[in-house]
């Protein structure tokens, strides 16, 4: 079993023959997660989730999965427990790997940054193009905040996301 990555997509590989295909699509409204199985090649089934809000998941598209595997009953249930286990496994090791990576690069916006606030701009870039798609949701107010408010609440992000090495 491999989990290959693509931009808004990823593919677990189930065996050499089955695989699913999952991808992130923005809505009009919102977002929708699609999985799609592919048995040789060829496209066999697809399940798609809708959402408004994210949702909370052991790993990213374990809804979508489970509902397709539940349309088309590829798998037992003790293999099917087995194989969201080590999705699961997988991911969390990722989120463990992007998040020291994240906070890491953050970190830099103290050196780059001439003052307070191009350091705090630095944080908060890096850390929007690292977990927007994975949940992160700035406060709406976070532009009329102070820069030493700011450097707070980046500094405690940055921490917590170091915290998972």
Known sequence: MGIWYLQDMK???????VEVVCEWKKTRTA????????IDGIERDKAKICYVNRTWEKFEFESVIK???EKVKILNDKE????????????????????GTVAMVATLGDIFGKNQREKND???RMIKAGLENKGLIMPSDWDA??????EVRLNAVIKQLSSHE
């Not at 593919?11 to 023959?17: A, D, G, P, Q, V």
């Not at 977002?31 to 592919?38: I, P, Q, R």
């Not at 087995?82 to 790997?97: G, P, Q």
């Not at 905040?145 to 700011?150: I, P, V």
Request: charged residues 30%; glycine residues 0%; aromatic residues 10%.
């Open 11 to 17: 593919i677990f590989k189930i065996n050499s023959h």
């Open 31 to 38: 977002f929708k997660h699609e999985a799609t199985l592919l």
């Open 67 to 69: 509902k397709l595997m």
């Open 80 to 99: 099917k427990k087995v194989f969201l286990s080590r999705l699961a496994d997988n991911d969390s090791r990722e989120n463990t790997r992007m998040f």
């Open 122 to 124: 630095w944080k908060a």
């Open 145 to 150: 905040l102070s820069e030493n408010t700011k």
